[in-house]
C-alpha cells in the first residue's frame, strides 16, 4: 500500500518508518527496497484485503492523477467484508486499477462489490494487446464517424475485449499514452468505445462530470431517431446523488 496510517496522519513508507494499516488497523512494515515500488507491507504474507496485489509505477502513477486523501479507502461490505479501493472520490465512484492477470468472475464480484466504478486495465502487460487492439482498430470491423470516432471491437479479435466486455461499466484500456481507449458500451458480444484523453476522464471522475456517451438511435422510415438507448449505464453518479 501507498499509505499507513501515523498519528492519524496518512503517511508514505520511508526506511525505517512505522504505521498502522487504515483498513485492518495492524502494524505495517515500510518496505522501501530498489525492485519494488516503496509501499507498506502486512507483518507475514497475509493482507487483511485478499483482493490487494503488489503495486507497479503503472498502479501509482495513476492513483497520483488524484488528491492523496482519494486514494487508498478502505469500505466493508454488509458482510464485514473489507477491500481498499485504490480511487474513491466523494460522490461514491470508485477507480481500480488492474495490472494483473484475473479472472472473469472475479472482476464481477470486484465489480458489485465497488459500485459505482470504472476499471482502468494496463494495456501493456502483455506484449500482443497493443497489437492486436491497433489491428482491430485498422481493420475498421465497424465504425461510427461521430466525433470521437466510435470504434466496435470483436472479443475473437481482441482478447482484451473478450475478458472485459462482460461488464456493465465503463473500462479504459491504457496503453501509455496519453489516451485511453475508453469501452462504454456494448453491441451483443462486441466493445464499443473510442479515444479518450487521460487527463478528461481524470477530470470528469474528480469533478463527476459524465463521460462523453455512446448512443445507439433507433430511426423511423423518415429518419427521425425515435428511440436512444445506450448499453452501459454511465457510472458516474452527481455530487450527492
Ligand atoms: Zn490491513
Known amino acids: 500500500m501507498k499509505f499507513a496510517l501515523a498519528e492519524d496522519e496518512r503517511v508514505e513508507a520511508t526506511p525505517g518508518a512505522v504505521g498502522l494499516c487504515p483498513g485492518c488497523g495492524a502494524q505495517l512494515i515500510a518496505r522501501c527496497g530498489s525492485k519494488k515500488v516503496w509501499h507498506w507491507a502486512h507483518k507475514g504474507q497475509r493482507h487483511c484485503d485478499d483482493w490487494w496485489e503488489p503495486e507497479t509505477d503503472w498502479h501509482r502513477s495513476w492513483k497520483n492523477c488524484f488528491p492523496t486523501d482519494l486514494q487508498e479507502i478502505p469500505s466493508r461490505d454488509e458482510a464485514g467484508e473489507l477491500h481498499i479501493a485504490d480511487i474513491k472520490v466523494p460522490n461514491g465512484l470508485v477507480v481500480e486499477v488492474q495490472h494483473s492477470a484475473i479472472k472473469s468472475e472475479e472482476v464481477r464480484k470486484r465489480t458489485i462489490f465497488h459500485a459505482p466504478m470504472i476499471w482502468v486495465v494496463d494495456g501493456l502487460r502483455r506484449k500482443t494487446d497493443k497489437i492486436q487492439f491497433e489491428k482491430a482498430l485498422g481493420s475498421e470491423f465497424w465504425h461510427r464517424s461521430?466525433?470521437?470516432?466510435?470504434?466496435r471491437l470483436s472479443p475473437y479479435q481482441v482478447r482484451l475485449i473478450e475478458e472485459w466486455c462482460d461488464l456493465q461499466v465503463i473500462v479504459a484500456f491504457d496503453f501509455g499514452g496519453e489516451y485511453v481507449w475508453l469501452m462504454s458500451?456494448?453491441?451483443?458480444?462486441?466493445?464499443?468505445?473510442?479515444?479518450?484523453k487521460k487527463k478528461k476522464l481524470v477530470a470528469n471522475v474528480r469533478e463527476s462530470t459524465d463521460i462523453p456517451y455512446i448512443f445507439f438511435e433507433e430511426k423511423n422510415r423518415m429518419g427521425k431517431v425515435i428511440k436512444r438507448t445506450h448499453t452501459i449505464p454511465n457510472s458516474l453518479p452527481k455530487p450527492g446523488g
Open 185 to 196: 458500451a456494448r453491441d451483443w458480444a462486441c466493445g464499443v468505445g473510442f479515444w479518450y
Open 146 to 151: 461521430d466525433e470521437p470516432v466510435v470504434s
